[in-house]
C-alpha cells in the first residue's frame, strides 16, 4: 500500500495513501541513486509528511559497492524516527516487475511497512502494491496486494502469510490489460518455483495500463515506533521489469 500514500491504502482495514511528486523530475539538490540500471529519486522531508505520516531521510537509502540498495528506518538524536522512499526517474507499463529482498520480513516489527509498487500520484487510483507490514496488529496477516482502479472506487486486495525460509525472497507482479498476477517466493528466483503466495486480479475494468513510476519505501505505520525501538534496515538486491 503508499502517499499521498504512497503506498497507501486501507489495506483491508487501514487506508494508506501513497505519496508522490506530481512531477516526475529531480528537484534541486535532491537526492538521486543509481540502482540496478535506473535512476531513482530519493524522497527527502524535514516535515511529517505521508504515509504516516513519517519523516523521511535521504541518508536513509544507499547503494553500496557491491550494487545493493539499502533502506533504514533509523531513530535520531532528539529521538524522532526517519523512514526511507525512493522512486523511478522512468515510468514503466505493462510487464513484469520483480523484486528480490534480503531481510527477514516474516518477522518485522509490527508497525513496519515495507512497500514494491507501481503508482501514478493519484490518490486511491492507477496503483499496483505489495506491502509487507502487520498494520501495528501481530495477529493480522503481513503479506497484502493491491490493486487500485483507474477509475472509480472498487479496488481488489488480497492477503496472505508470509513465513521465510531464510532471509531472502522475491516478490513479483505481472500487469497485462487483462489481470495483474501477483507472487511471492522463497529465495531468488526468475521462475515460479518455491511460492509462498500468490492472487490474481482479473477485473480488467479497473485496471490500469497508464507508464508509471515504480516506488519502493520502508516506513512506520500511523508514524508509530517499533515496539522494542529497534532501528530496521533491508537490501533489495536487484529490481527488473520486463516488457510484456
Request: aromatic residues 14%; neutral net charge; hydrophobic residues 35%.
Amino acid at each position: 500500500m503508499s502517499r499521498s500514500h504512497l503506498l497507501f491504502l486501507t489495506i483491508l482495514v487501514f487506508s494508506c495513501s501513497n505519496r508522490i511528486s506530481k512531477s516526475n523530475t529531480p528537484l534541486i539538490n535532491q537526492k538521486t541513486i543509481e540502482f540496478s540500471g535506473y535512476t531513482w529519486l530519493v524522497t527527502e522531508s524535514g516535515k511529517l509528511s505521508a504515509p504516516g505520516p513519517n519523516f523521511w531521510n535521504a541518508q536513509n537509502v544507499w547503494v553500496d559497492d557491491k550494487g545493493l540498495l539499502h533502506l533504514k528506518i533509523t531513530k535520531d538524536n532528539n529521538g524522532l524516527w526517519h523512514c526511507a522512499e525512493l522512486r523511478t526517474l522512468e515510468k514503466f507499463g505493462l510487464g513484469e516487475y520483480e523484486f528480490w529482498v534480503e531481510g527477514q520480513l516474516d518477522t518485522l516489527d509490527k508497525n513496519i511497512v515495507l512497500g514494491m509498487f507501481n503508482y501514478s500520484g493519484r490518490d486511491h487510483k492507477d496503483e499496483i502494491d505489495i506491502e509487507i507490514s502487520r498494520w501495528g496488529n501481530f495477529q493480522q496477516n503481513n503479506l497484502y496486494y493491491t490493486v487500485y482502479p483507474k477509475k472509480g472506487r472498487i479496488n481488489w486486495k488480497a492477503s496472505g502469510l508470509l513465513q521465510l525460509n531464510g532471509s531472502y525472497s522475491t516478490h513479483r507482479f505481472i500487469r497485462s490489460r487483462s489481470q495483474v498476477v501477483f507472487q511471492s517466493l522463497h529465495g531468488f528466483q526468475e521462475d515460479e518455483k518455491h511460492g509462498i503466495f500468490s492472487g490474481t486480479c482479473d477485473n480488467y475494468h479497473i485496471i490500469s495500463t497508464e507508464s508509471m513510476p515504480v516506488f519502493i519505501n520502508f516506513w512506520l505505520f500511523k508514524g508509530q515506533a517499533p515496539v522494542k525501538g529497534n532501528e530496521a534496515e533491508i537490501i533489495i538486491h536487484r529490481f527488473k521489469f520486463s516488457e510484456k
